[in-house]
């Protein structure tokens, strides 16, 4: 039940009792017990009306005739089984009270029903992500002794439906597999950089406030290669609008760093005994 439907009932409620007198015969206890009794039986009717379900999509209108219906019943139970005893006129004050209550309702009423429609509020706008293919969307990846290949490339932003506002901006995401390709030598693995090429081969800058982009090994133990082991690092890192114009990007850059050293292997032998041998 909205509050306005509320509202709606309490002043079908209250304009029944201020008309009683006006439509009926006399009988009545005064304004105060006329109100009270259409109040009682508008919001009674009005509830059990909807509580059993009737019409569960009734408008106002609907609901007007049913609070009018449920405020009339016990006006005239009233005036029908327990009128009062002196059916006298009624005092003046009561009289204006009833007229101006009465156009008060009435006007109150009749702009709820036919004054302007509430606007709706405005949606929420919808916010899909908006996905660039890089091509390959893989690459080899040389650099002296360590070897492997980025794959999953893929550049991707977050954008208002309908009107393309871009609420998120571009990030550039990939997995990178780094192998140590020497048969003599361990490596650690530093970090290194990104770096989005222009057609001029010149890197194209990231807007201000954004993050360099970077590849950072997660976890200790990621970050030291012996000989033929493997590495593997998802990447997620800004990507500058700029890149996104047409022929604007021409190459994606790594640039690794990482230490090398000797790799040994070395035997050592240990004389034993078993027991009493």
Do not use: C
């Amino acid at each position: 039940m909205s509050f306005t439907m509320f509202v709606t009932w309490v002043l079908v409620g209250v304009l029944a009792g201020v008309l009683a007198p006006l439509v009926m015969k006399r009988g009545g206890y005064g304004l105060q017990k006329d109100i009270f009794l259409g109040l009682a039986g508008s919001i009674g009717a009005s509830w059990i009306f909807r509580a059993v379900g009737v019409f569960p999509e009734a408008g106002i209108g609907a609901m007007v005739v049913v609070a009018a219906i449920g405020a009339a019943i016990p006006i005239v139970a009233q005036r029908k089984f327990w009128p009062t005893e002196s059916a006298g006129e009624e005092k003046t004050v009561d009289q204006v009270w009833r007229w101006g209550l009465g156009a008060a309702v009435v006007a109150t009423v009749a702009w709820m029903i036919l004054g302007p429609s509430p606007q709706p509020a405005a949606t929420a706008a919808v916010v899909m992500d908006k996905t660039y293919t890089v091509t390959p969307a893989a690459m080899k990846v040389k650099a002296g002794i360590v070897t492997g290949e980025v794959t999953d490339m893929k550049v991707a932003e977050r954008v208002e439906q309908g009107s393309g506002r871009v609420v998120s901006l571009a990030k550039f995401t990939a997995k990178v597999v780094l192998k140590n390709s020497s048969a003599n030598q361990t490596i650690r693995l530093v970090g290194g950089k990104i770096r989005y090429i222009d057609a001029q081969g010149q890197p194209i800058k990231l807007e201000d406030a954004r993050t360099e982009p970077t590849l950072r090994f997660a976890s200790y133990g990621n970050d030291r290669l012996d000989p033929g082991q493997e590495a593997t690092e998802s990447l997620d890192v800004d990507f500058p609008a700029e890149a996104l114009k047409a022929e604007k990007l021409k190459a994606i850059r790594l640039e690794l760093v990482y230490i090398p050293s000797p790799y040994h292997e070395e035997t050592v032998r240990f004389s034993v005994s078993i027991g009493g041998q």
